[in-house]
């Protein structure tokens, strides 16, 4: 396991402050791609990511390795003057600052955009919170469920016949994560051309609300509220899930050039010269029927059968994947798109790979989640200059 970064990100410092997901993951895609990042963590407790996640190993999370991988982890308090001057002094020294306390947090602890920029003006300040850092409901507490509701994605998830459902995984908190890294990204192009940092403001229900296509302008315009439409998309067939002769097979040929090779496939040419399939509005308005048409003729195959069907005629298509499956398949494994590392608290671990792919500069994954505390010695004395005594004065008085 390599510890040299690679990434694009190569010779950027992140200061990391804040824990759970919203604004950790917008660090670990920082670290993946180079970026040093100091996570800052309590001296008495870490990020309760650590023992978050439904399965462990040893007593250790599995997820924590992954959530921190590349993370330089220090301890230090924040919230006594001390501490704050050790802020102050790191960010002097960093391109981010990264943090998702409810808003107001680090004003209290002076440690405000206002201080922190004019000790550094190109510091970029990275906020991750659940309603953002106006508005009259920013001093709200904002957890990634109540996002996903407010952002309009927990209402049309699930079948119409059930309440509304939650994303299988904490969909908000990344999409707001990854929200900030693209925004710090964005104002580091910025800095480039003016030389000054600013600050970027990610909210989780905003982020989630991003992604909702035209669900407003259908209403603002024509007065339709988006249902929840189960595995469908309405209007949009055929594009589902069907059933083969041994399991589940996905099937998405609602483009008519594409719907034509499936029908080719199928040998049932027919079924796109009948003007009730024969494009895309109709085969919409006429779903349901098209979908039992299909799901009579894929539970006669395989799913392999229908695999090999597919490919063959151009139609996108694929299984259901499970963890088991993913580490498989031969594309996984052809891009490496999971990977193996070593932790030394549970051996070596399976994870995902660093994404997207870079021609020149791929990002790469150096170490797991490190210990608590596990970099104190390097940052302050190297980065910071502190001497063994004022470490262990500090490390006495609890303020690292």
Known sequence: MSQEATGPLKGLRLI?????????????????????????????????????????????????????????????????????????????????????????????????????????????????????????????????AVGEAMGGLRYVIGDPSTP?????????????????????????????????????????????????????????????????????????????????SDGDFLIAANQDTVFSRLCEAMGQPELFENERYSNHTARGENQTELDDIINAWTQTKTVKELEELMDKAGVPSGLIYRAPEMLEDAHFKAREAIIDVADKHIGSIKMQNTFPKFSRTPGNVRWTGPDHGEHNEEIYKALLGMTDGQIGEYKEKGII
Not at 57 to 65: F, Q, T, V, Y
Not at 84 to 102: G, P, V
Not at 103 to 115: I, K, M, S
Not at 193 to 201: A, E, F, H, N, S
Request: proline share 5%.
């Open 164 to 244: 509304p459902s939650r994303a299988g995984i904490s969909i908000g908190d990344t999409l707001a994560a990854t929200y900030g890294c693209l925004g710090g990204l964005m104002a580091l192009h910025n800095r480039h051309v003016t030389g000054k940092g600013q600050v970027v403001d990610s909210a989780i229900y905003e982020a989630v609300f991003a992604m909702m296509e035209s669900l407003v302008s259908e209403f603002d315009k024509v007065g339709h509220i988006r249902e929840r439409t189960g595995s469908i998309l309405p209007q949009v067939s055929p594009s589902n899930i069907y059933s083969a």
């Open 16 to 144: 990391e402050m804040g824990q759970l997901l919203a604004g950790p993951f917008c660090g670990q895609l920082m670290g993946d791609f180079g970026a040093e990042v100091i996570k800052i963590e309590q001296p008495t407790v870490g990020d309760p990511m650590r023992d978050w996640g439904r399965e462990k190993i040893n007593g250790k999370s599995l997820w924590w390795p992954i959530l921190a991988r590349n993370k330089k982890c220090i301890t230090l308090n924040a919230r006594v003057p001390e501490g704050q001057e050790i802020i102050k002094e790191l960010a002097k020294k960093s391109d981010f600052l990264l943090e998702n306390f409810r808003p107001g947090t680090l004003e209290r602890w002076n440690l405000g955009y206002d201080v922190l920029s004019a000790l550094n003006e190109a510091l970029i300040m990275i906020r991750v919170s659940g309603y953002g850092q106006t508005g009259p409901y920013s001093h709200r507490a904002g957890y990634a």
